[in-house]
């Protein structure tokens, strides 16, 4: 598929074009307020998330993989599954035989990755000790994805007005590799007292992501 072929505007292209590096699609993501779905779930496409004005963290990867596919990388995304939690999905990058990801979130840990990981377990596993019940501070995390490339999925992704609740469902349907023995949940220590509030700080509270 020709990325001339997938529909955007010149303006749109003119703005994703400048986004020319890992690092500068982070910064991008970080401008917009964290979307809280107020009005309803939402999985908007990266024309429509972009006009809205506010990002989650789908949206945001499916932001920064399009970004990635316009500067000549491949568009690759990772779910990262928490069951009993919401599921994290980041967009990946490559530099030199190591990953890093891009991730758009509210909170303070589940964030940008550098590209120093040499697996993709090695990366899911920085999310790990951070990715906790702020309740309980049980660890949730267990496992991530086989990557998606998104180059392979019809491009209506890029344009489309409607929700993207099957690309949504695609991803949480893809091959999950477990990060430890079921038999090792035992002896995972929840987060503790200072972790919890570190865990607590967010970045868009709701009545300042309008």
Known sequence: ?????????????????????????QDFLDTFPFNHEEDGETYRAPRYALKSGKLHCLEGTLLAGLALWLNGQEP????????????HVVTLYRY?????????????????????YKTLRELALSYFHEYFDNKTGKKMLISYSKPLNLKKLNINWVTTEENLDKLAQQMDDLPHYRLYP???????????????????????????SK
């Open 96 to 116: 030199n035989g190591h990953w890093g990801a891009i991730s758009k979130t509210n909170h303070a840990v589940l964030r940008f990755r550098d590209p120093v």
């Open 76 to 87: 690759l995304l990772m779910d990262l599954k928490a069951p009993g939690d919401q599921d």
């Open 182 to 208: 079921p038999k090792n949940r035992q002896f995972i220590r929840p987060a503790d007292k200072m972790e919890r509030q570190a865990g607590a700080i967010i970045e868009w509270p709701k009545n300042k």
């Open 1 to 25: 598929m020709k990325v001339d072929n997938l529909g955007l505007t010149k303006e749109e292209l003119r703005v994703l074009r400048k986004l020319k590096t890992p690092i500068k699609i």
